[in-house]
C-alpha cells in the first residue's frame, strides 16, 4: 500500500467501547498526520465520539452479528440501516477501510458490501494494544507508540465492577471491602454503575456508606471520569476508556488476560484462583466467578506503590 497518496480512511468499529477506544489510538494518530478519519460505530458511543476533534463524520452502525443472542436472525438484517450505510460510504470515496479486529465478517462484508479496501489484523493471538501499531506500521507510519500517563498524587478514585458476563465481575461482599477500605484510608471514591440497574438496587448493599455513584448516559458519565486520577475496574470497556482518558488504572482479573487486553502501563491484581484467558468465552465458565477469591489488600497495596512514584 502507497498510504501516502491517501487521505480519506474509514475506521470500522461497531463493537464494545473496549474495542472502540483501541481503535481510536489509530484515528488519534493519523489525525495527527493530517489524514481525515471517518468512524463506524455502534450508537451506543455516538454522543461521547461525536464530541472528539480527531474523527471528522461519524455513522452510527449495530449489526446483528455484534449481539449476544440471535446474531442471524432474519428480520433484525432486513430491518438495519443497510443501505443508509453503503450509500453514506459510496459518497465518501474512501482510499482505505481500517478493521482492527479481523474479523472475517467485517472484511466480507466491508471488502464485497460496501466496495472498500480493507486492512486489518489476521492474527486473533497478539496482544490486542499491538494492533493499532501493526495497522500504521502497514500504512506507512513507523513512529506510533504509547505514552505513558503522568504519574500524579492519588485522591480521586472511579471505580467499575461489573462487566459484560458475570465472570468478570467482582461478587457485592468484594465491592463493599473496596470502597469501604478505600474511604477509611481517605479517597474519594466513586462507582460507575451499568444503566440496567437503578441506584437504590447498589445503594442498599453498602450500607449507605459515603461514596458518589456515575450512571446515566455514558458521555456524562466520561465528563466526570476525566477529573479523577485512578479507575480500578474488572477486564471491561471502562479500563481501556480511562487509560485512554490519561488516568492510572489498576485491572481486577479473574481470567490471566494481561498478555491479551491490558492496556499500556495498566497495573493488574489477580485473583488468588483464575483460568486461563482463553477460558473467558467458555460456556463451563460463564457462571464461575473467579473475582470471590480477589485479595484486597493488594488493591490497597497497589494504590499504595501508586502513590510513591
Known amino acids: 500500500l502507497c498510504f501516502y497518496i491517501m487521505n480519506k480512511i474509514l475506521l470500522f468499529e461497531p463493537w464494545g467501547l473496549g474495542d472502540l477506544v483501541i481503535s481510536l489510538y489509530i484515528a488519534k494518530h493519523l489525525q495527527a498526520e493530517k489524514v481525515k478519519v471517518d468512524l463506524i460505530c455502534s450508537k451506543r458511543w455516538y454522543n461521547w465520539v461525536s464530541q472528539l476533534d480527531f474523527l471528522s463524520q461519524i455513522f452510527t452502525f449495530d449489526p446483528p452479528w455484534t449481539k449476544r443472542k440471535n446474531k442471524y436472525k432474519l428480520s433484525d438484517y432486513l430491518n ?22 479481523g474479523d472475517i465478517r467485517h472484511y466480507i462484508f466491508i471488502r464485497y458490501y460496501l466496495s472498500v479496501r480493507s486492512i486489518s489484523t489476521v492474527k486473533k493471538k497478539i496482544y490486542v494494544y499491538d494492533k493499532p501499531k501493526i495497522i500504521l506500521n502497514n500504512l506507512g507510519y513507523k513512529n506510533f507508540f504509547y505514552k505513558k500517563n503522568a504519574n500524579r498524587n492519588i485522591k480521586n478514585i472511579v471505580c467499575f465492577f461489573d462487566a459484560s458476563d458475570i465472570n468478570r465481575s467482582v461478587p457485592i461482599n468484594k465491592r463493599i471491602e473496596i470502597v469501604n477500605g478505600l474511604i477509611s484510608k481517605g479517597y474519594h471514591v466513586y462507582v ?35 477529573e479523577f486520577d485512578l479507575c480500578i475496574s474488572t477486564d471491561s470497556g471502562w479500563l481501556h476508556l480511562s487509560n485512554f482518558l490519561g488516568l492510572k488504572t489498576i485491572g481486577l482479573l479473574g ?18 484462583k483464575y483460568y486461563k484467558a482463553k477460558y473467558r468465552y467458555k460456556k463451563k465458565y460463564f457462571n464461575t ?14 494504590i499504595d506503590n501508586q502513590n510513591q512514584l
Open 80 to 101: 438495519n440501516n443497510f443501505k443508509e450505510l453503503k450509500s453514506f460510504v459510496k459518497s465518501n470515496n474512501y482510499d482505505i477501510a481500517v478493521d482492527i479486529r
Open 192 to 226: 460507575i454503575l451499568p444503566i440496567s440497574k437503578p441506584e437504590e438496587y447498589w445503594s442498599c448493599f453498602f450500607n449507605n456508606v459515603n461514596f458518589g455513584l456515575l450512571l446515566g448516559p455514558i458521555d456524562s458519565i466520561i465528563e466526570r471520569v476525566k
Open 255 to 272: 481470567f490471566d488476560t494481561r498478555y491479551v487486553w491490558l492496556p499500556p502501563f495498566s497495573n493488574f491484581i489477580l485473583s488468588e
Open 289 to 302: 466467578q473467579p473475582l470471590a477469591s480477589l485479595e484486597i489488600k493488594k488493591v490497597f497495596d497497589c
